[in-house]
C-alpha cells in the first residue's frame, strides 16, 4: 500500500450523512503548505493560538478543495461535525496535513510502539459508499438521554446527558480551542458540544457549572458520547503488535477537541493511579492469582466430569495472553495432544486459561462474572476437544469465519476484493520470476523439436 505521502486523496467520498462530496488533492495540498508550513504562511502567526480542528477545516474551505457531487463549492462550515471529522481523518491519512506519531502501549503486552493512527485507516468504505454496517454506521441517537455516572446540576442529581447535532460553524467555539492548557466550561462551550440538556437541565450556564464541577467519571463518561456522537466507529485505526499480535484500536485522527483527560490535576497526596496486578476498584477485589486458579480448578473439576471428559491438562498462565488470528487477547484455549516421539515421549492435550486476561475484562466491566466465565471458558476449550477427538471442528472454522467477516466489515468489500486480485496478480508475477528458466528451457526444446519434426 503507497504510504500517506504518495496516496492521493480520493476523487470522491461518502459521508456518514449520505452526503457525496469531491476532493481536489493538488487544491488541498496548497491550501496545507500555507497553513502548515513555514511561519510566513498564511495564518501562521495565529498556529499557537488556533486548534489543530479548525486549522483542517480551513484547508477544506480553501479555493476548489470541496465541492459537492455535481462540482458545486461546498462550504464545510455547513457540514454536520461527523462528515467534517471524516474529512479531517482523510486529509491526516493522505498526508496532506501534518500528524506526529504518538507513543503508545500494547494493551496487552505492554510494548511500546509509535504511529501514527490516520496512516493506518481504512478508507475503502467511504470512497466505496460501503457505509451500511448495522454496528458500525448506526446512526448516533440524539433523542435519547445517554446514561452517566451520577454528577450535580444546580440542586438535583443528573444522571443522563442528550446531545443536540451540531454543524461545522455552530461547534467552532471549541475545535478553534487549542490543544494545550486547562479547558475552561462555559456556557459558549456548552452550546458548541452540544449538550441540550443534562438531566431535566436545559439551561447553559447551569450546565457549564455543573460540568466545572463534575467527578472525573461523569466527565470522562460525557466525553466519550461526544466522540461516539460526533465520531463515526471506523475512524479507528488498527496496530497489530509486533511481539504479541494483539490489536490495538487507536483513535483517528489522533488530535481531537476534547480529550478524556481529568478537568482537574489530582490534589496533593491522592492516590496514584492504579497498577498493573492491584485489585479492581467498583466490582470488589479481583482474585490473586493463587484464587483464581482454585476457582479455575474447581470448576473444570465440575465440567469435565458433565462432559465426560478426563486427561486434559489445565493450565493457568499469567504471562503475556495468546492471541486469536483476529489480534483479541484470549481468555483461554485448546491445545490437542500429540502422540509419542522418537523418544516415546506423549503430549497430553491441554487447556490453558489466561489470567491477564480476565483480569483486564473484569476490570473494563464491573459486572464482569469471574466465575461465570471462567466456567463458559472452560467448556468452550473441552467443545473445541470433543470436537477434535471427532475429528472435525465446526467451532473452530466458525471462529475463524466470524474473523474473516469482521476483518471483512472493516476494510469493505470492494477493497477486499481490490486486495485479493492484487495478490493473485502477485503471486502470478512471483511464480513467473521463479519459473522463467524452465520456461525458456520448454520453450527452446519445443523449437527445436519443432525443426526436427519439419526436416
Not at 489522533?254 to 496514584?272: K, Q, T, V
Not at 491445545?335 to 516415546?344: F, H, S
Request: proline content about 9%; hydrophobic content about 40%.
Amino acid at each position: 500500500m503507497p504510504s500517506p505521502a504518495q496516496r492521493p486523496l480520493p476523487d470522491q467520498v461518502h459521508l456518514p450523512s449520505g452526503t457525496v462530496v469531491r476532493l481536489s488533492d493538488a487544491a488541498a495540498r496548497a491550501e496545507a503548505a500555507t497553513l502548515f508550513g513555514a511561519p510566513g504562511g498564511r495564518g501562521g502567526d495565529e498556529r499557537a493560538s488556533v486548534g489543530r480542528c479548525a486549522r483542517d477545516v480551513q484547508v477544506l474551505a480553501g479555493p476548489s478543495v470541496l465541492t459537492d457531487a455535481r462540482g458545486a463549492p461546498l462550504d464545510p462550515l455547513g457540514l454536520p461535525l461527523a462528515d467534517a471529522h471524516v474529512l479531517r481523518a482523510l486529509l491526516a491519512s493522505a498526508g496532506v496535513v501534518p500528524e506526529e506519531p504518538g507513543a503508545y502501549t500494547c494493551e496487552n503486552c505492554g510494548a511500546p510502539f509509535e504511529v501514527a493512527p490516520s496512516q493506518l485507516l481504512e478508507i475503502g468504505p467511504f470512497t466505496d459508499g460501503e457505509l451500511d454496517d448495522p454496528e458500525l454506521d448506526r446512526p448516533f441517537d440524539f433523542g435519547a438521554l445517554h446514561p452517566i455516572p451520577a454528577l450535580r446540576v444546580g440542586r438535583a442529581v443528573c444522571r443522563g446527558v442528550r446531545f443536540a447535532e451540531r454543524t461545522v460553524e455552530e461547534a467552532m467555539p471549541l475545535l478553534r480551542l487549542p490543544g494545550e492548557g486547562a479547558l475552561r466550561i462555559t456556557p459558549s462551550l456548552v452550546v458548541a458540544m452540544g449538550i441540550a440538556a443534562l438531566g431535566r437541565e436545559r439551561r447553559a450556564k447551569v450546565i457549564a457549572d455543573a460540568l466545572a464541577a463534575a467527578p472525573d467519571e461523569a466527565w470522562a463518561a460525557i466525553v466519550d458520547l461526544y466522540h461516539e456522537a460526533r465520531y463515526p466507529a471506523r475512524l479507528v485505526a488498527v496496530h497489530r503488535c509486533q511481539g504479541c499480535g494483539a490489536r490495538n484500536d487507536l483513535d483517528v485522527p489522533l488530535e481531537r477537541e476534547l480529550a478524556r483527560a481529568p478537568l482537574r490535576a489530582p490534589e496533593a497526596g491522592a492516590d496514584d493511579p492504579e497498577e498493573p496486578g492491584a485489585p479492581a476498584g467498583r466490582a470488589g477485589a479481583f482474585p490473586d492469582l493463587d484464587a483464581f486458579e482454585a476457582r479455575v480448578r474447581a470448576a473444570a473439576e465440575r465440567i469435565y466430569a458433565a462432559r465426560g471428559v478426563r486427561n486434559i491438562d489445565l493450565f493457568i498462565d499469567a504471562g503475556v495472553p495468546a492471541c486469536d488470528d483476529g489480534g483479541e487477547p484470549l481468555l483461554g484455549c485448546y491445545t490437542p495432544g500429540t502422540p509419542a516421539d522418537e523418544l516415546g515421549i506423549a503430549r497430553p492435550p491441554e487447556i490453558r486459561i489466561f489470567y491477564r486476561t480476565f483480569r483486564s475484562e473484569a476490570r473494563a466491566d464491573p459486572g464482569f462474572d469471574v466465575d461465570a466465565e471462567i466456567a463458559e471458558t472452560i467448556d468452550h476449550e473441552v467443545t473445541h476437544h470433543l470436537h477434535h477427538l471427532a475429528g472435525s471442528d465446526p467451532l473452530d472454522d466458525e471462529e475463524h469465519a466470524q474473523i474473516e467477516r469482521e476483518e471483512l466489515r472493516r476494510i469493505g468489500h470492494a477493497e477486499a476484493a481490490r486486495r485479493a486480485r492484487r495478490g493473485a496478480l502477485s503471486d502470478l508475477a512471483g511464480f513467473a520470476r521463479a519459473t522463467w528458466p524452465a520456461w525458456v528451457i520448454a520453450a527452446v526444446g519445443t523449437a527445436l523439436a519443432w525443426c526436427e519434426g519439419g526436416r
